[in-house]
């Protein structure tokens, strides 16, 4: 059975025709090309496919596309402005914490999903919120070192 489902992913409304059981990973990579979202173990364990939704980080392998009707979805090729990446871009590239790369776009887009809605969020909470993505790279202190660089951007960013 297909049905017509819409959303909004980075900014543009989208309307897809599917089975609603698909897994939203599926649609983001395979019918709307955006291949920034990565697919790790495909059953909700490694984060590499975290996006956001309606402004909280949540796995799509395991997100039947039904869930997302009428919803806010951004991935990371939604995050910079042209050619100015985000604060938390900028800092888990700057901080060493991108090897080969591949969970990368995953715990960027868990990091927004945490510090732009609570921007002064504690060290264990970022701990957690990293708790949920495997790295096979890096050992996590780069990323944790990103994550806490970031968190100093984003607070001066709404000062102004
Ligand atoms: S691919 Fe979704 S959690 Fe691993
Ligand atoms: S940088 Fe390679 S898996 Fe994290």
């Known amino acids: 059975m297909v049905e017509k489902i819409s959303f909004t992913i ?20 395979e019918i709307l090309n955006l291949t920034g979202t990565k697919r790790g173990c495909d059953n909700a364990t ?20 039904s869930k997302v009707a009428g919803a806010e979805i951004l991935t990371v090729e939604g995050l910079a402005k042209g050619k100015e990446l985000h604060p938390i ?4 590239s700057e901080s060493g914490a991108i090897q080969c790369g591949f969970c990368t776009p995953g715990i ?8 732009e809605n609570k921007p002064d969020a504690s060290e264990l909470e970022i701990s957690n919120s990293l708790n ?29």
């Open 132 to 160: 949920k993505h495997l790295c096979r790279c890096t050992g996590y202190e780069p990323i944790k070192d990103g994550a806490l660089m970031a968190q100093k951007l984003i607070q001066d960013r709404n000062k102004h």
């Open 46 to 65: 490694c984060g590499t496919c975290t996006v956001v939704i309606n402004g909280k980080a949540t796995k799509s392998c395991n997100t039947p596309v």
């Open 10 to 29: 980075n900014g543009q409304l989208r309307v897809v025709e599917v089975d609603p059981e698909m897994m939203l990973i599926d649609v983001i990579r």
């Open 89 to 92: 871009q900028k800092s888990i």
């Open 108 to 115: 960027v887009m868990e990091l927004y999903g945490l510090l």
